[in-house]
């Protein structure tokens, strides 16, 4: 467990380096999060998000995602649940709008400790989501620059022995103006 908590801090620290990387467009969410299907869950999210600004209709990126939350099933048992993914996501926008949806396809593993079963199995993430710019900057290839809200809807499909849930989260996101 300790190595996976080092594994989230060191991941955090190096965002703002990829941030500054070449041709592309970076973003940093933060959020809370919450959600369930049968259990209830509430936690942190943050994700980062590496883009390219071609094609132009649908700009596509690289999402890494983590979220740890903490809850109860129905029956009463304490739960935590680590969710980590990664994988595509399309960004439509028009340039100068200071509104961006987002769709993402994610894959990746969930450690859920419970007591029951085995604690690790994957995960396929289904999600959408749409972005509030809360300044007016824009630069030639991102959209908007700064800060902005979010607010994200997925689908966490279980490939395991254990239920599909839905999360849920709100936040804030930073994008890197390029």
């Avoid at 049968?38 to 690289?62: E, I, N």
């Avoid at 995602?65 to 099933?73: A, E, I, K, T």
């Amino acid at each position: 467990m300790r190595l996976r908590v080092a594994g989230i801090v060191l991941g955090a620290l190096v965002i703002p380096v990829l941030a500054h990387a070449d041709s592309h467009i970076a973003d940093y969410y933060a959020a809370y999060s919450a959600g369930g299907g049968g259990s209830t869950l509430q936690g942190f999210r943050q994700a980062w998000t590496k883009g390219w600004d071609k094609p132009k209709a649908c700009k596509l990126g690289a999402t890494g995602d983590v979220s740890v939350q903490f809850g109860s099933h129905a029956d009463g048992t304490d739960v935590t649940q680590v969710i980590y993914t990664g994988g595509p996501r399309c960004t439509l926008a028009k340039h100068d709008s200071k509104t961006l949806v987002h769709v993402q396809g994610l894959l990746g593993g969930v450690y859920t400790n419970d007591g029951t079963g085995a604690p690790n199995d994957t995960v396929f993430v289904l999600g959408a989501a749409i972005d509030q710019a809360l300044t007016k900057k824009f630069t030639k290839m991102t959209p908007f620059t700064g800060w902005g809200v979010r607010f994200e809807a997925d689908r966490v499909f279980n490939l395991g022995d254990r239920e599909s849930v839905n999360r849920y989260s709100i936040g804030v996101i930073y994008r890197f103006p390029h």
